[in-house]
């Protein structure tokens, strides 16, 4: 009998994937989704016009997505227990739940903590005017009362953003199911890997957003991470009535508005489901597990800290690496750090706030790299919000020679071909550094580095040697 597949394209599913591979000493590929064969339409493409690619790309997604009927037979906890089994039948020293995040990807990467994710998404099939915000809400809500009916303990964001999905969601409905409490798939694999002196780390990311409430446990979600806010999407600004205009929209003006209640909500993709981390410590309590909440009110937190443990561990180990990865997105890398020899700092998406965040943190830095290692995930809808490859590379540059990794400067954005460039490239493009043997940074360690980042501090060791490679 057919089930309900998750989308695996989503972030949570790539950065829980991500991590497994990591944890078998392997890369991540971005290609590993597509199926057999999308390599040939993707060479393709190469010689195709942005309007030839944005038409390839939105005639697959004509057929894309689940099965709408198939919402019955959802069962969260199932997926809680596939999650669990894909990581090795092994003991743990960390076991990390949570929030996904690139940053988190990284760390878990560095400690060898397996990641259980606090939600997944699944893409029902579709097709929708990407502006009729009435009917997506329409049918999510339907589509989430089928899936609430068999699924205690978890709450429901329909996540609808008309910029940077506008080609997802003229042929998908994308329902986001968040556990509220710790599944028991998770806590029979907490108590069952987890060493008797192993300690569980929490990722709380509180990132708000407001959220239309449109039934118990169900919550409507306009918009999403990038350089507009969650007022932009609802009330409407020049800028994005201007982009409406292009996009042939029937009604450019104001934003995507509900007539129903509003709440702040930690955000669909990157918040934490409330009562989630509440039930983790409440286990981690009555199993007498050390645990650590990381609670941080922004995803681009924890990629901060991933990158300032790996400094640290590399600095007690007498060697200050002198060159970085900027992974994006789901072109995910955390294998790449300890195998290749490079500081990994992820960007939450391909947008200015992004672009604005790795500014403001390599200058923080006050050094020149030797090496920026750039990987820009594409888009195929032109958000406005979306810089060129070419202007990430024109701002990046003050601070060390910037290389990109998967993407084409002249193919970006619509770059098809990215999604399986990027593993060669980071197989061919960065040459690996062979460093000593790390030793994670123990639960102390981590404490110190997240409490300064809160309070803007900084925790680097003094003059560890330099090792430089580009």
Known sequence: MPKAEIEQFDSAAVIYRSVAQALRGRHYDPASVFPTGANAFAVLSSVMTRRGKVRLIEAAERFAGTRKKLARRVRAEEVAQRFAAGHRKRRYKTIVTGAPSGGVAHACALLGAPFLPAHFLYSFHDPTDPDDVTAYRKHGEELAGAILKNNPGVMIVNHYDPVHDRFLIKYVNHVR???TRLPDAYRKFIENRLMHDGRLIIANCTFPWRQYRIGENLYFQAGGLGDFSDTDFIEGNETLSEY????GAKHPEGGWKLDAPLEIQPESEWGTPAGFADSAKEFADDRGIEYLELKFDHPGKYSELAYRLYALSCAKAGVRLNRVLLDCFTFLAPHAGLSLGVLPLWLPFNCSDSLRFAKRFLEAQGK???SIFLALVPTFCAPPDTPHAREWKKELQPFGAVTLIGTSAKAYPEDIRSFFRFLPDIHGKIKKIV???????????????HQNIIRGGTDSPKNPEVVRCS
Request: no cysteine; net charge neutral; glycine share 0%.
């Open 435 to 449: 460093l000593p043997e790390l030793t994670p940074p123990d639960l102390e360690e981590i404490k110190i580095v």
């Open 177 to 179: 199911l968040k556990f």
């Open 368 to 370: 020149t790299y030797d």
């Open 244 to 247: 409406k205009r292009k996009q």
